[in-house]
T-cell receptor
Framework: NAGVTQTPKFQVLKTGQSMTLQCAQDMNHEYMSWYRQDPGMGLRLIHYSVGAGITDQGEVPNGYNVSRSTTEDFPLRLLSAAPSQTSVYFC??????????FGSGTRLTVV | AQSVSQHNHHVILSEAASLELGCNYS??????LFWYVQYPGQHLQLLLKYFSGDPLVKGIKGFEAEFIKSKFSFNLRKPSVQWSDTAEYFC??????????FGSGTQLTVLP
């Protein structure tokens, strides 16, 4: 099925550990983005990309890195996890028609 | 930069009651407006969207929304809610770029 695939679905990290959240889409969408969802704050944009090789910061980029080497993949890296990064992370993609497709989310806990 | 306000944080209704969730946005240019729903433990699903044309937009599951440009509003409505509508609802906006900006969400609880 066409869509956005996120892995892993759940992850527990210790403070200071690093990890990569994976996001892949098979719809040939140019635009991809990462959001974090926290209670009472909605979804906030972390980073986004308008095409391979092009990334930019969103509202809450600190502590996160991204790269976009292919159209399909947009991984999110946590370099040194902190408890404040405990959240649910969603990846989304869209073409020029603004038809956003969301992944099923990654629930991350940093202890 | 655009912003979105959802003033109702938690709404509790009985089945068959009518629903209206408020959404106000701030943006100086042409906007695209969206309502998403998130059922417990699931990802966001699109309810409806407005790009241009008829300001009254009909979506899935009997939901509709009205774009009132003069009030910068895009309120979500449903004439008669069901227990299965219990979920969190998010209003979102894009401007000239494709970044979606979300409101803080409204938790709807429908009592059977």
């Amino acid at each position: 099925n066409a869509g956005v695939t996120q892995t892993p679905k759940f992850q527990v990290l210790k403070t200071g550990q690093s990890m990569t959240l994976q996001c892949a889409q098979d719809m040939n969408h140019e635009y991809m983005s990462w959001y974090r969802q926290d209670p009472g704050m909605g979804l906030r944009l972390i980073h986004y990309s308008v095409g391979a090789g092009i990334t930019d910061q969103g509202e809450v980029p600190n502590g996160y890195n991204v790269s976009r080497s292919t159209t399909e993949d947009f991984p999110l890296r946590l370099l040194s996890a902190a408890p404040s990064q405990t959240s649910v992370y969603f990846c989304a993609s869209t073409g020029y028609n603004y038809g956003y497709t969301f992944g099923s989310g990654t629930r991350l806990t940093v202890v | 930069a655009q912003s979105v306000s959802q003033h109702n944080h938690h709404v509790i209704l009985s089945e068959a009651a009518s629903l209206e969730l408020g959404c106000n946005y701030s943006y100086g240019g042409t906007v695209n407006l969206f309502w998403y729903v998130q059922y417990p433990g699931q990802h966001l699903q699109l309810l409806l969207k407005y790009f241009s044309g008829d300001p009254l937009v009909k979506g899935i599951k009997g939901f509709e929304a009205e774009f009132i440009k003069s009030k910068f509003s895009f309120n979500l409505r449903k004439p008669s809610v069901q227990w299965s509508d219990t979920a969190e609802y998010f209003c979102a906006v894009t401007g000239s770029a494709r970044q979606l900006t979300f409101g803080s969400g409204t938790q709807l609880t429908v009592l059977p």
